[in-house]
């Protein structure tokens, strides 16, 4: 059975940072593309980044050149290293299979505000 568990988020002002992790069990992790979701209050879950069995990475337009997502195969987690945190950047973030997602974790709270 596959869990993800989420860390890592907190509160924070705006332009600053943040670093979150995802650590998968019960998986063979490095064979899939994996990826980091949002969901803010009243609002549907939306994709954030992801990241390939790889390596390659790809982003929403909204986070370009301020997040960069990774994967450490050998400690099945994948990263987000996120800067010039905004407000709109208030959510839980979630990780996840990229397509055809797996069971959700708890997600972990990202709140930016000064």
């Known amino acids: 059975q596959v869990q993800l568990v989420e860390s890592g988020g907190g509160l924070v002002q705006p332009g600053g940072s943040l670093r979150l992790s995802c650590a998968a069990s019960g998986i063979i992790f490095r064979i899939y593309s994996m990826g980091w979701y949002r969901q803010a209050p009243g609002k549907q879950r939306e994709w954030v980044a992801g990241i390939s069995y790889s390596g390659n990475t790809n982003y929403a337009d909204s986070v370009t050149g301020r997040f960069t997502i990774s994967r450490d195969n050998a400690k099945n987690a994948i990263l987000l290293q996120m800067n010039s945190l905004q407000p709109e950047d208030t959510a839980v973030y979630y990780c996840?299979?990229?397509?055809?997602?797996?069971?959700w974790g708890q997600g972990t709270q990202v709140t930016v505000s000064s």
């Open positions: 996840n299979r990229l397509g055809s997602n797996w069971t």
